[in-house]
């Protein structure tokens, strides 16, 4: 009798063991692990950066033109809005919007002789005022991180003004140039609804050309931005339900 009962005390025993060791080993691997950040839906912020612009002039005196360049450069800031769509564990599309407001500016002083011996001189001065990107990306998304490449359409409006001296009369416009946008970055959620990015954006608009005060001049320009950026991501379903 008393060895049955000994058969009994070790059979609750094991079985005792087995419903506790699996609970001291899940507490043993370390604090739980947070669910990866869900991408998808609406996201709207802000960014901050630098624009590097290359700028090739060429305004006509005396029948030859004059080529120098400005190079624009200066500080940006703005707004950015935009919906992605995470589409598998990994891989994410999207659509975004952005603003920036720029102070990037550049001048060049310049000279003209005709072979006669007239002499035209004075100042070209070049301020982009803002740049605006409405961009496609496709991002590979690595737990918090989302590596990704952009593209789609892109605009720019700039002052552009003439001073010379001499025979001719100088010149000022304010104008919107389109273009191009491509980039590349690099996003991580670093809290619920809330991440942060580095990006890098090329932007081209090609050549346009202006009389300024009756001097035919060309203007062929193209941006470089760096920007880091701060975005709230809105829930799924944030909008009715319905995206």
Known sequence: MFRIERIKYASAVA???????????????????LPPPIWTGF?????????????????????TPVRFSTNPSG????LEAGYDYQLSPNWLVGAEAELSWSLASGNFNFMATSPAGAVASGIFNSNQKWYDTFTGR???VIDDWVLYAKGGAASMNA??????????AGGSINTT????????????MFGPGWSTKLEYDYLGFGTNSYALGGVGTTVNSHVQLIKVGVNYHLLPGAFSGWF
Do not use: M
């Open 15 to 33: 079985l005792a063991l087995l419903l506790i060791v699996p609970a001291g080993a899940a507490d043993l691997s370390g604090a739980p692990t």
């Open 159 to 168: 002052d552009y003004n003439l001073a010379v001296s001499g025979p001719f």
């Open 177 to 188: 140039r389109s273009g191009y946008a491509v980039g590349l970055g690099a996003e991580w």
């Open 43 to 63: 996201h709207v912020g802000g960014q901050v950066g630098f624009a590097f612009s290359g700028e090739d002039v060429a305004s006509g005196f005396f029948g």
């Open 138 to 140: 496709v991002g590979y």
């Open 75 to 78: 500080v940006i800031g703005g």
